[in-house]
């Protein structure tokens, strides 16, 4: 397989590693002071809307409009309704565009647009970027442009403050890819040089560079062991479950790539995580903690962990304001965030039931486990059993549409996650009758 396809397999990469060049060169800008504030809110927008064009064509519209509208409530609502409104408007816009992706999948039987999804993408994105800003304003962690009567002055400080709204929504770095990183982060990136060193910086991002390269590597031997063989559809027994962990590992090594290339634009630009943060401002934190990910014998864990400044963004905004069954709600939120397709309801509220499962699980084991050599056992099967409904769940999520989930379900693998399941039955009947 020619190396040029393999790594470019999914468009949105081409993209990302060509704004690499430009984020090196706001970097320098940035760090020579030859940018004032204004020119590097403007140029990081600018790149955005260009960014956009090239990438999703005549669809960019429908990433500048909820924008636009996204601005225009943050200027003129009251911080208390920002969040409820904003909310509201982004997601009614996102839902209508991921039905006009199920209209043309399913009733029209015809392959979606490359650029209709890279816009799907580039918007579930800008909801993140959204709702931080507008929990942000509510909770009053970022003040809103003056209102009112404006002199010149709070004219200009409006213009300004808008002009920051603007450039945090779609500025380059973060329009198709990357992790979540908040207003607070991005305002500071802005109003300050960058302080690293051009060793460290080579390095950082050298570094990246080859653990991109040898993902890579075991994407192009993975490949062609899941090719040669047969399907879900075909497979027999246990050897389903071969396919299903081969198959998933493919899925892990695309991503665990693309969260490295968003991390080196990311870093290129000087919003990586060698940025220092300012005294109470949130971190950064990066998609990929491959370690942590391929070690955990906690699917809790692992959830944590998995696409980290997405799970730290669903966690603000939905599991820490849900009075009833919180993790339940997060992850059916989760769901609706990425398109409702019948595969993802089923992975994500199953993925539920699996972490309500592992907390129940191991805190049982923790009791009744003492000795080392029992607790290495328990260690090393839990490990097998949380990387196999990993698999099972992410096949289910991938596959979308009821027809490619059902031989998934069909398979003996459904076994691993049943098990799970009656152990959480078990489990929280013994807690009931404990209390």
């Known amino acids: 397989m020619d ?12 993209y990302q590693g060509a704004a690499i060049p430009f984020a090196l060169l706001f970097n320098y800008l940035c760090v020579t002071d030859s940018f004032s504030t204004h020119a590097r809110y403007s140029f990081l927008l600018a790149g955005g809307g260009v960014l956009a064009l090239a990438a999703m064509g005549s669809f960019a519209v429908l990433v500048f409009i909820p924008a636009l509208c996204a601005v225009v409530l943050i200027s003129s609502l009251a911080p208390q309704d920002v969040h409820r409104w904003t909310f509201f408007a982004q997601m ?9 992706l199920h209209y043309t999948e399913y009733y029209l039987q015809e392959p979606p647009s490359t650029r209709f999804c890279i816009t799907l993408s580039a918007l579930m994105l800008l909801t993140q970027r ?11 962690r970022v003040e809103t442009a ?34 979540l990183c908040s207003f607070q982060t991005f305002q500071a990136r802005i109003q300050r040089s960058s302080n690293l060193c051009p060793r460290h910086f080579f390095w950082a991002l050298t570094w990246r560079g080859l653990q991109i390269l040898g993902l890579e590597c075991l994407k192009v031997a993975l490949t062609g062991v899941v090719s040669a063989g ?17 198959t998933a590992g493919l899925f892990k090594l695309t991503y665990y790539s693309h969260w490295l290339l968003d991390d080196s ?9 060698e940025f220092g943060q300012s005294p109470g401002e949130e971190g950064y934190i990066p998609d990929a903690d491959i370690w942590t990910l391929e070690t955990t014998h906690r699917i809790s864990q692992f959830t944590r962990k998995w696409n980290q400044s997405t799970a730290r963004w669903l966690r603000r905004l939905i599991f ?12 059916a939120f989760s769901a609706w965030w990425h398109g409702l397709h019948p595969g993802q309801v089923f992975g994500f509220l199953l993925w539920a039931v699996m972490v309500e499962s592992d907390y129940l699980i191991h805190a049982f084991a923790n009791l009744l486990i003492k000795s080392w050599p029992m607790r290495l056992l328990y260690k ?14 992410m096949l289910a999520v991938e596959a979308r549409s009821l027809s490619s989930l059902l031989p998934l379900c069909n398979s003996y693998n459904s076994v691993f996650p049943i098990i799970y399941c009656i152990l959480l039955f078990l489990l929280a009947k013994r807690k009931l009758k404990c209390n």
């Open 3 to 14: 190396w040029l396809q393999l790594f470019f397999l999914h468009p949105v990469s081409l």
């Open 92 to 100: 009614s816009w996102q839902t209508l565009c991921h039905l006009r």
């Open 130 to 140: 959204i709702t931080s800003l507008s929990l942000d304003i509510s909770e009053g």
């Open 146 to 179: 003056p209102g009112g009567n404006r002199s010149r002055s709070s004219l200009s400080e409006h213009l300004c403050k808008t002009l920051s709204y603007f450039s945090y929504l779609l500025f380059f770095p973060a329009l198709l890819g990357g992790p």
């Open 230 to 246: 047969v399907g879900l559809t075909d497979c027999q027994q246990l050897q389903c479950v071969y396919v299903m962990w081969s």
């Open 265 to 273: 634009l990311f870093l290129a630009a000087g919003f990586g995580s």
């Open 320 to 331: 820490q304001h849900g009075k009833a069954w919180p993790l339940l709600q997060t992850f």
């Open 380 to 393: 090393t099967l839990t490990w097998i059993h949380t990387q196999l409904i990993i698999a099972y769940i």
